[in-house]
């Protein structure tokens, strides 16, 4: 187990969030998309911080990206709910209202 | 670095990875929260693997108790349970897994160049402590503003998510 296999898993990781963000239509599966590709991102930090920087600052900046994953999933599944009791759906091919 | 630890990473970069197969691929929306379940968890158990203990019990705390619960309640309040599967249709099949099978071949090309120089030795200690000494002292600025920010997107997601009552005359904060 060394960087590059750490690397690989995160890169397949990051494949599938964004296969799931172009696929689906529904925008809470959209979400889980989002939350794959910042679970990637996070493998990454996590495994250079350990094999590559003396530092511990990948942790921290995982961290950080916990805190905006739950942040921006809390008000991204409001705005899901407000979606749902406006329109009864919550595909995202729907909302396209500001389009002129 | 030889023999169980390699046999524990394979066992769970397959779990994470399979999962999130099978997130990007189940039709059942519900399923496919179940499968993130998964990946959350295989996630975590790698983080172990590379020393980030803090960083695992967080995942676990956060992911699968916070966000993975509001996705569910998401699912569950935003169709019905009869149409669940008819509720996620899926187009663009193709393009879809060529880009991605094409970005996922030039990032493992990359992860696997020698451009990385990893460092000699590789230590394995707590990091809790360390991490909280960093965020109260070198990083205090960018978690204060974390603070501020989870406020805001409390406040925001109570906000929105509340229905609308033209029926019920809203109280008026200017005037006693």
Known sequence: ?100 | MKGPVDLVFYVLAAVTVGSAILVATLPNIIYAAVALLFAFFGVAGLYILVSADFLAATQVLVYVGGILVLIMFAVFLSSRISSVELSNPVHFRLPAAAICLALFGVLAHTAVSPAFIPKPQVTYQPTTAEIGELLMTRYLLPFEVASVLLLAALIGAALLSRPDRPDIPRPDMEEP
């Open chain 1, 1 to 100: 187990m060394a960087l590059d296999k750490m690397l690989v898993v995160g890169a397949a990781l990051f494949c599938c969030g964004l296969y799931t963000i172009l696929t689906r239509r529904n925008a809470v599966a959209v979400l889980m998309g989002v939350e794959l590709v910042l679970n990637a991102a996070n493998i990454n930090f996590v495994a250079f911080s350990h094999y590559v920087s003396r530092m511990i600052g990948g942790q921290i900046f995982a961290v950080f990206v916990i805190v905006l994953a739950a942040a921006e999933a809390a008000v991204a599944l409001a705005i899901f709910l407000r979606l749902f009791a406006t329109t009864g759906t919550v595909e995202v091919d729907t909302a396209d209202h500001l389009r002129g």
